[in-house]
């Protein structure tokens, strides 16, 4: 068995999530997410496991667009360069 961190969101409120998860594979690591909650939508599968402020951060608790992120300077200010 291996960590994994399973990435994505619940189709019904928008919700971003990370579930830890032990599993033998990726795809095993997103079917046992799938089986507890039915309405999750995948994103990723990252090996290991991340948290909220260590190897992960989420831009908000549900789904943001980019016009979000451009219409809100003061809270996602900084320069960045898109490799």
Same mark, same amino acid.
């Given at each position: 068995?291996? /960590?994994y961190s399973v990435l994505g969101f619940y189709d019904d409120s928008g919700q971003t999530f990370c579930h830890h998860v032990q599993a033998e594979t990726a795809q095993a690591a997103l079917k046992c997410v799938a089986v507890e909650y =039915?309405?999750?939508c995948f994103v990723a599968v990252l090996d290991g496991h991340v948290s909220e402020g260590q190897g992960i951060t989420? =831009? /908000?608790y549900e789904l943001v667009?980019?016009?979000s992120v451009l219409e809100q300077a003061e809270t996602y200010k900084g320069n960045g360069v898109l490799l």
């Open positions: 068995m291996k /960590d =039915p309405d999750a989420f =831009p /908000d667009t980019s016009y």
